[in-house]
């Protein structure tokens, strides 16, 4: 059984920039956890299944299809190989200007055909195949994504990163950032299209998450901080103000017995 294969690059790219890239074949049941690395990591299954672990969710994946890694969330996923029909993949971790655009893609996505063609049959790291690699990532970037920038579904886009990752320290400058837009037009975008500001929707979201924990028994302060407010007497203002009665009260009120 061959051990799996992994090149580093050192091109330094500005929009898109390949550092690591890698191959990994047949290996019934093998568990991995990934370790810190300051980039984002997409996998391409190629053969075989498996499964992706996220955020407590679990995915399987088969042929045709990516799983991707952003940085700092390598302590919160983990993959494994099917004991059947071990999968065979390729990954790449990448950085750039354009690279932040890769996480509106879900934990798991359908790739285009004849994805990542360079990522397989890895034998040297050279700057010819580091240049291929890249304008793989650009073909990805084409397919996947800028559709989605060209139609202006951000709005959508950050609804549904929210509606997810509310429990996150998000600010609009980072989405901003993210989908590359001035601060201002995003705003005012998102304003236009749901009727409130992205701290509002954000704010009312978590209040709402909180009720659902403080109705299944858990305290004030595990509410408070397992739906990412900052401290506990902000979320006390907060939720009094939203629902007219404290947090304590509505527990009282609302636990499911």
Known sequence: MPAPI???????????????????????????????????????????????????????????????????????????????????????????????????LPPVFTLPENAFPNLYGLKDATDALGYLVASDLFALYANLLEPQYQQQDFVRLIIEHIDKNYMDKLTVENFSDRFDLDRRYLSQQFKAKTGMSIRTYLTKVRLEKATELLAKGHSTRDACLMCGFGNTSNFHKMFTAHYGITPLQWKKNHTIR
């Open 6 to 104: 992994q090149l580093l690059f050192d091109l330094g790219l500005d929009d898109l920039n390949p550092i690591e890239v890698g191959e990994s074949v047949n290996f019934p049941g093998r568990h991995v956890q990934p370790i810190s690395f300051n980039a984002i990591i997409i996998h391409h299954v190629r053969r075989g299944h498996g499964t992706f672990y996220s955020r407590g969710k679990e995915y399987p994946v088969g042929p045709g299809q990516g799983f991707i890694i952003l940085p700092g969330e390598e302590s919160q996923v983990h993959y494994t190989s099917d004991h059947e029909d071990p999968w065979e993949y390729a990954w790449i971790s990448f950085t750039g200007k354009l690279a932040n655009r890769f996480s509106i």
